[in-house]
């Protein structure tokens, strides 16, 4: 079944959009048509938090709620979601949700211009957490800006709710918000809107025959690069094809030597998947936006946007991992090593889309990996490095070293990787092999860092993994 309408739950109802138009940013519905402006605009590129919404969203008849920034998303991707705004939480005029009555009790807010995003990002972890310690309360809170405030006044407000009894409205309304959202039917989504079109197949099989019967279109998985070609850049899309409603695409695969992720695992999912198999990726990706960004961005939009600073790249190339092309015929299997071609090129052919990535599982050997940015959340890496070692009887067996920022595409250092080889696990080792760095590698200076930072960075990384692997010890600010 193919529909033109966007469906959603909203104010305990269904609200029902023909063919709206595919560029229009949820922001932009939620303050111009809405008419709600408890939703504010700050960057209108995902960086400050003040747009912060949350989508419930049905999962095995339980509602998930995710905080998004509503400037970077396309209006569509609300089909078949409940949209909460931060004029939904308090029921009767002065009758104020308790993470609202946190927020004065404390202190939370002065100008108020971030205050809506802040209590919408603590809404979202107060439903989905029983119980939240510092950590969860600091990742909740890293995508929120505040410019008179302060954090620790906001933070005591969150800190506070672990004391409430989580029971409001939303809990005592769950039920028939799961009725709501079960009455819209699953189908694939077509919208027309003057010259652009949206698609959102359900299937595989359906999204390679749009594939095949369109020319010209983008694909849009999490959104949090590509929409920013028009809050950021004023462009237009014309024919938007979405993969982010395709169940295949979110498949887990986990066997004893690798795990296998759909390109449309959103990195917040990837984040605790991974967690057990190579914490330091999921370290990585503690700090990779925020979870705003990390509730939609997705592993394989993070590969196909092949940015030489992105965070996964380094690390998945360093792991040996490989990655699906689906072609219109077939899907074919290559290492992600052989993808990047050159700034910001792929080897992905028109037509074709990213299926999946496996990385192998090397509980044996030494992973480890470092993102060095201005800022500790939130921010754009300098430099990111990514180590995997197989050590024996103090000898290296196998040098894995790979970075991103330090060239026009993220790159294994290789002649660093063959000095390292079958040589003694030793500080003279690694001294002399850190040297070698000009020869893989020449960076550019930028308004992140200069070259010579870069450099200087990347060869401490090297002796930062060598004494942490020697010493059994992270040597981390946040260790
Ligand atoms: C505020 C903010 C903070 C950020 N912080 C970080 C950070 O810390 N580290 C970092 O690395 N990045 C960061 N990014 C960049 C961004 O999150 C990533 O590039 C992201 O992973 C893209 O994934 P997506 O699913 O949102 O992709 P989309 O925006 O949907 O797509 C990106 C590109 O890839 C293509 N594409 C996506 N999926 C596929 C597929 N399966 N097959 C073929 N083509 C595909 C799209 O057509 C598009 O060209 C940040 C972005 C923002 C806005
Ligand atoms: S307006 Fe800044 S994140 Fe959306
Ligand atoms: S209260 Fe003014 S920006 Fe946060």
Request: proline share 3%; with cysteine; charged share 25%.
């Amino acid at each position: 079944m193919i529909s033109n309408t966007i469906q959603f739950v909203h104010n305990n109802k269904i609200f029902k959009i023909k063919n709206p138009d595919p560029n229009k940013t949820i922001l932009d519905f939620i303050r111009n048509d809405l008419k709600k402006t408890g939703t504010k605009e700050g960057c209108a590129e995902g960086g400050c938090g003040a747009c912060t919404v949350v989508l419930g969203e049905l999962k095995e008849k339980k509602i998930i709620y995710k905080s998004i920034n509503s400037c970077i998303s396309f209006l569509p991707i609300i089909d078949q979601k409940q949209l909460i705004l931060i004029e939904n939480l308090s029921v009767q005029k002065n009758k104020l949700h308790p993470i609202q009555n946190a927020m004065v009790k404390f202190h939370g807010s002065q100008c108020g211009f971030c205050t809506p995003g802040f209590v919408m990002s603590m809404f979202a972890m107060y439903k989905n957490f029983s119980n939240f310690n510092d950590e969860t309360i600091n990742e909740t809170l890293s995508g929120n800006l505040c410019r008179c405030t302060g954090y620790r006044p906001i933070i005591d407000a969150a800190k506070s709710l672990n004391s409430k009894n989580h029971d409001d409205h939303f809990k005592k309304n769950e039920k028939k918000i799961v009725n709501l959202l079960k009455q819209i039917k699953e189908r694939d989504i077509e919208i027309s809107y003057k010259d652009r079109k949206y698609f959102a197949p359900k299937s595989l099989s359906n999204l390679k025959k749009i594939i095949k019967e369109n020319h010209n279109t983008k694909f849009l998985n999490g959104g949090t690069d590509l929409s920013l070609e028009v809050t950021k850049e004023r462009g237009d899309i014309k024919k938007i094809i979405s993969l982010n409603s395709v169940k295949e695409l979110k498949f887990v695969k986990i066997t004893k030597n690798f795990i296998e992720v759909g390109s449309g695992v959103s990195l917040y999912e990837f984040q605790n998947l991974i967690k057990s198999y190579y914490s330091d990726f999921y370290n990585i990706l503690k700090r990779y936006g925020s979870v705003q960004i990390r509730n939609v961005g997705t592993l394989g939009g993070n590969i196909v946007t092949a940015s030489p600073i992105g965070d996964s790249l380094p690390l998945l190339l360093s792991l040996d991992s490989k990655i699906k092309i689906q072609t219109l015929k077939k899907i074919i299997t290559i290492p992600l090593n052989e993808f990047f071609l050159s700034y910001r090129k792929t080897k992905l052919k028109k037509r074709e889309f990213l299926y999946s990535i496996k990385i192998p599982i090397n509980k044996q050997n030494h992973f480890k990996a470092y993102k060095i940015s201005r800022r500790f959340d939130d921010d754009i890496s300098s430099v990111c490095a990514s180590f995997n070692f197989l050590i024996k009887k103090n000898v290296i067996v196998k040098a894995n070293i790979a970075y991103g920022g330090m060239s026009e595409i993220p790159k294994r250092a290789y002649t660093i990787e063959k000095a390292l080889i079958n040589s003694t696990f030793s500080e003279e080792t690694f001294f002399k092999a850190k040297n070698l760095i000009d020869k893989d590698f020449s960076p550019i200076d930028d308004m992140r860092a200069s070259k010579n930072y870069r450099v200087d960075v990347a060869k401490n990384l090297i002796m930062k993994f060598f004494y942490e692997v020697s010493n059994k010890k992270n040597l981390r600010v946040n260790s």
